[in-house]
C-alpha cells in the first residue's frame, strides 16, 4: 500500500495540489497563531533592575481569594484565583532592620518605584517615567554616562528621554508638581520602563510613600531564611527578582494573551474547517478509482492504508514549506501589533519547535479523519454499490448531519439568547457562535445547497442552453457545489460578524462619549488633584484599575476616581442613584512649588463610595445601598457602598470611586483629563476634541480587529481558489465528453461562468444568513435595537469582495482547464 500511495502521489500531483496547498496553509497559519500565544504566555522582562542583588523582597503583588464548596459527604472542593495588582503597597519600615542581622546579609537597600509625568518647561511632555531613590541605582547597577549623581531637585534621567545634562523640567507625581534640573544622563536603559532617579532625600516628598516597594539584599544568606525571619513568601531570587518590581513599570500582557488567543481560535476554526472540506473533495473525486479496487481484491483496511499513507505523505511534505512560513506569519502580525500598541514594543516572538510540531500533528490528524471520513461508505459497502453511488450520488447519513446540525445550532442560539453580549466577552461569543452555525451548515450543507440550488439553478435555465445546462450540472453534482460553496459563506460568516459588531462598538462607544461630553470641554495631560482650581465648573479624572469580588472570583475593572466641582460636566446618564460620596475638592495648596506641595487636609465631603456601569451591577446583581469589597491598586482593600449605575460607560470605565482615595492608594494617582465648562486654568494640561478622550484605545482596538479579519479574510480568500481548482480539475473528463458531444469552447465558459454565478449566490447567501442572526442579537444585547446591517459600506464592500472573489476562482480554473481538454 506504501509503494501503491507513493506511485498515486507521483501520477496524481495536480490531484494531490490542492490538499497541499490546504495543508501549507493550515500549517502556517495554526502554527504562527500557537508560536504568538506562547511567546506571549512566556514573556518576561529582557532586562532586570535588580540583577546585582541576590534576593529581592516584595510584598503582595495580587489579590487572592479562596472559596470551598461542600461537595457532600463531608467531601470539599478548595479553589483560589488570584489577579494582579497594578501597584504595589508599602512595606514595613522595620523589615530592612530584621534583614540586616541575618548571617550572611552584607547589604540591605530599600527601594522606591512610583511613576512620574515629565513636561519640558516649554510644555511638550516626554512621557511616563518610574522614579526611584538614587541607592536604587546600585541593584542593576546604573551608572551615569554623563553628569553627575542628582541632589535634591535634581533628576538623573533615562536616554531614551531625550534630556541632556542642564535640562529643566516640570516632574508631576500624585504629590505635586515640581521643578527638577537633569544632573546626569545614565549609561543603561531598561527596556520596560523609562526610569528616573532622584535624590534618596526627596523620594517621601514626591512619591507619597510610607515605605520602600521592595528590599535588596547583597549577600549569601538564603530566600528561605528571610522568608522566615520576614514571615513572608515574597521573597524573589534569579528572574523572579523583577516580580519585586513596580507591576505598572513591568509589561503587561494580559490583553494580548486574550487578542492572540482570539487569533488561534479564529484561524484554528477557519484552517480546520478548510482543510476538512478540501481533502474531502480530494477523496470523493476519487471514490470511482476506490470502488474499483474493492472491485479487483483489495481489502477496507487496504485501502485505509493507501488513504492514510498518501494523506500522511501530502501533509509532511506540506509541513516542510508551512513550518517555516509559520514564523514569518507570526513575526508580520507581530509586527502589527506593535505598531498599535497592543503588544509592549519589546515583544518579541519566540521560537518553538514544540509549538510548530503540535501544530503539524494538528493538521495530520485533522486531514487523517478528513479522508476517512469521505470514504468510509465507498470502502464500507459492496463493489457495486459503490461504483453505483460515484455516478448518481448518494443519501446517506443525514442522521448524523441532522442531528449535528440540530446540536450546534441549538448552542449558538443559547449563546446568543442567554450570554451577556453586551459584556467583555460578547465578541468572543459572537464567533462562538458564527462557528457554531456554520458547522451547522456545513453539516446540513448538501440540503440547503440542494434547496437553494435547485431554486436559482431553474432561474438559470431561463437564460439560454448555458444556463439550462449549469443548472442541471448543479442539481445533479450537489456535492461538487457545496464543497465550494460552503468556504464561501465561511468566508462572509466568519468576517462579516467581526467587521461588523466592531465598527457597532465602535459607533456606540463614541456616541456615548459624544453624549458623556455634550456642552463640555476636555482638557488631557498630568495634574496632581493639589493642584486643580478652587473655582469654576469642572470634573477631574483620575485612570485606575479596581478589583472587586465576584463570589470568591477577584475581577479587575477599568475606573476611575471621579471630582466634581460646582455644575456637572459629565453626564453619565445615571439610572439610579448619582456619583459617589467625597467629590467636593480640596481647597488651598499651590498649582506649582519648587518644594512641591502636598495634598490638603480636609478637602473631602460627604463618605466614600462606589458607582458601577448597568452591566456590571447587572452582572453581580448590585443594588444602590449594597455594599462592595473593593482592592485599590496598592492591595489597599475596603468596603464601599454603591450609591450610582450609570449607562454611559462605553469607552470610559465600569467603576467610579472618589477621587482622593484613588490618589491615596494608586501609584501614579494623578487627574489625567477634566471635562468643564467655560474656561478654566490648568497648567500643564491641554484642551482636546471631546472624542479623543477614548480614541486611542478604540483605536487599538478597531486595529487588533482588522489585522484579525486580514488574516482570516486572507486565508480564506486562498482556500476558496484552491477549492475551486480542486473542483475544476476533477472535471476534465466531463468537459472533454461535452466537447465530444458538440459544445464548443463558448458554450463551456458560458456554462462554467453560470455555475460559478449559482455556486457563489448559494455561498452568500448562507453566509448572509449566519451573519444576520450573530449581528443582530449582538446589536440588540448592546442598546436594544435591532439591526440586520450595521454598516452597509463595509458589509457591502466585503460581499462585493467575496463575490468577485468567488466568480474569478469559478471561472478562470475552468478556463485553463478548457484549454487542454480535447474531445477524444
Known amino acids: 500500500m506504501i509503494r501503491l500511495a507513493l506511485a498515486g502521489l507521483r501520477s496524481r500531483l495536480a490531484a494531490f495540489l490542492g490538499t497541499f496547498v490546504a495543508a501549507v496553509l493550515a500549517v502556517a497559519l495554526i502554527g504562527g497563531a500557537a508560536l504568538l500565544l506562547f511567546s506571549v504566555l512566556t514573556a518576561s522582562p529582557t532586562t532586570h533592575r535588580f540583577d546585582a542583588a541576590a534576593l529581592m523582597v516584595g510584598g503582595d503583588r495580587e489579590v487572592s481569594l479562596t472559596t470551598v464548596k461542600d461537595k457532600g459527604k463531608g467531601k470539599h472542593k478548595t479553589k483560589t484565583k488570584t489577579e494582579r495588582l497594578s501597584g504595589a503597597p508599602a512595606l514595613p519600615s522595620a523589615w530592612g532592620d530584621q534583614v540586616a542581622g541575618l548571617p550572611g546579609v552584607e547589604q540591605v537597600t530599600a527601594d522606591y518605584a512610583f511613576p512620574l509625568s515629565l513636561t519640558t518647561m516649554d510644555g511638550s511632555p516626554t512621557g511616563n517615567a518610574v522614579g526611584h531613590g538614587w541607592a536604587s541605582a546600585a541593584l542593576m547597577p546604573f551608572t551615569l554616562q554623563s553628569g553627575s549623581v542628582p541632589a535634591r531637585g535634581q533628576i538623573a534621567v533615562d536616554p531614551s528621554l531625550g534630556l541632556h545634562t542642564g535640562d529643566q523640567v516640570l516632574m508631576v507625581s500624585r504629590t505635586g508638581v515640581r521643578r527638577a534640573v537633569v544632573s546626569g544622563v545614565l549609561a543603561q536603559r531598561l527596556d520596560e520602563q523609562k526610569a528616573v532617579f532622584v535624590a534618596d532625600t526627596d523620594v517621601a516628598a514626591i512619591s507619597g510613600l510610607t515605605g520602600p516597594t521592595a528590599y535588596a539584599i547583597f549577600g549569601t544568606v538564603s530566600a528561605d531564611a528571610v ?48 482543510l476538512t472540506g478540501t481533502v474531502a473533495l480530494t477523496v470523493r473525486q476519487r471514490l ?73 500533528a494538528v493538521t495530520v490528524l485533522v486531514a487523517q479523519f478528513s479522508a476517512r471520513l469521505a470514504a468510509r461508505r465507498a470502502i464500507r459497502i459492496a463493489p457495486a454499490q459503490a461504483l453505483q453511488e460515484t455516478l448518481v450520488e448518494g443519501r446517506t447519513g443525514w442522521v448524523f448531519r441532522t442531528l449535528a446540525a440540530a446540536v450546534c445550532t441549538t448552542g449558538a442560539l443559547v449563546i446568543l439568547a442567554v450570554v451577556p453580549l453586551d459584556g467583555p466577552f460578547g465578541m468572543g461569543m459572537t464567533f462562538i457562535s458564527s462557528a457554531l452555525l456554520l458547522s451547522a451548515v456545513g453539516a446540513t450543507g448538501p440540503l440547503l445547497v440542494r434547496l437553494l440550488g435547485g431554486l ?49 462598538s465602535a459607533d456606540l462607544a463614541a456616541d456615548q462619549s459624544r453624549a458623556r461630553l455634550s456642552g463640555s470641554s476636555i482638557a488631557t ?22 478589583i472587586v469580588d465576584e463570589g470568591g472570583k477577584p475581577e479587575d475593572y477599568a475606573a476611575y476616581g471621579i471630582q466634581q466641582h460646582g455644575k456637572p460636566t459629565l453626564d453619565l446618564s445615571f439610572t439610579v442613584g448619582n456619583l459617589p460620596g467625597g467629590i467636593a475638592p480640596a481647597e488651598g495648596g499651590a498649582t506649582l512649588a519648587d518644594g512641591g506641595t502636598a495634598p490638603a487636609e480636609g478637602g473631602a ?20 445601598g449594597d455594599t462592595v469589597k473593593v482592592w485599590l491598586p496598592d492591595g489597599y482593600a475596603t468596603e464601599l457602598k454603591l450609591t450610582g449605575v450609570f449607562a454611559n460607560n462605553r469607552g470610559f470605565g465600569d467603576l467610579l470611586a472618589p477621587a482622593d482615595l484613588v490618589a491615596a492608594h494608586d501609584p501614579r494617582g494623578v487627574v489625567t483629563s477634566v471635562a468643564f465648562h467655560g474656561s478654566l486654568a490648568l497648567d500643564g494640561m491641554h484642551v482636546v476634541p471631546p472624542q479623543a478622550q477614548a480614541s486611542g484605545d478604540a483605536d487599538e482596538r478597531q486595529g487588533a480587529w482588522e489585522i484579525m479579519i486580514a488574516v482570516s479574510l486572507g486565508f480564506t480568500a486562498i ?76 458589509y457591502g464592500g466585503l460581499l462585493g469582495v467575496v463575490g468577485l472573489l468567488g466568480l474569478a476562482a469559478g471561472t478562470l480554473p475552468a478556463r485553463l482547464v478548457l484549454r487542454s481538454v480535447r474531445p477524444i
Open 227 to 274: 522568608s522566615a525571619a520576614l514571615g513572608t513568601d515574597a521573597v524573589h531570587e534569579g528572574p523572579d527578582k523583577v516580580k519585586a518590581d513596580l507591576p505598572s513599570a513591568l509589561p503587561d500582557y494580559i490583553g494580548a494573551i486574550s487578542i492572540f488567543g482570539f487569533v488561534i481560535g479564529i484561524t484554528s476554526f477557519a484552517t480546520v474547517f478548510v
Open 288 to 360: 470511482r478509482e476506490l470502488a474499483l479496487l474493492r472491485a479487483t481484491g483489495a481489502t477496507p483496511r487496504q485501502l485505509w492504508r493507501l488513504l492514510s499513507a498518501e494523506t500522511l505523505f501530502v501533509t509532511l511534505v506540506a509541513a516542510i514549506v508551512g513550518g517555516p512560513l509559520g514564523v514569518v506569519v507570526a513575526e508580520v502580525i507581530a509586527a502589527r501589533f506593535r505598531d498599535l500598541g497592543a503588544v509592549p514594543p519589546q515583544f518579541a516572538v519566540r521560537l518553538n519547535v514544540g509549538v510548530l510540531l503540535a501544530a503539524i
Open 525 to 546: 495631560g498630568a495634574l496632581p488633584l493639589s493642584a486643580l482650581p478652587g473655582t469654576g465648573d469642572y470634573t477631574a479624572l483620575l485612570p485606575t484599575r479596581l
Open 719 to 794: 482556500a476558496v481558489v484552491n477549492t475551486f481548482a480542486v473542483a475544476a480539475a476533477a472535471r476534465r473528463a466531463q468537459l472533454s465528453q461535452l466537447r465530444l458531444l458538440g459544445a464548443t469552447p463558448g458554450q463551456i465558459r458560458r456554462m462554467t461562468a453560470r455555475e460559478a454565478v449559482l455556486t457563489v449566490a448559494v455561498g452568500l447567501a448562507l453566509g448572509i444568513v449566519v451573519t444576520t442572526v450573530v449581528v443582530a442579537a449582538f446589536s440588540t444585547a448592546q442598546d436594544g435595537t435591532l439591526r440586520l446591517i450595521v454598516d452597509p459600506v463595509a
Open 456 to 504: 436559482l439553478s431553474r432561474l438559470a435555465g431561463l437564460t439560454g442552453i448555458a444556463g439550462w445546462l449549469a443548472g442541471a450540472f448543479t442539481r445533479a453534482e450537489n456535492r461538487r457545489v457545496t464543497s465550494v460553496a460552503v468556504p464561501l459563506a465561511l468566508m462572509v460568516a466568519i468576517n462579516a460578524p467581526m467587521l461588523l459588531n466592531s465598527a457597532l
Open 605 to 624: 465631603t460627604g463618605s466614600p463610595g462606589l458607582a458601577a456601569s448597568e452591566y456590571l451591577a447587572r452582572a453581580n446583581g448590585w443594588q444602590v
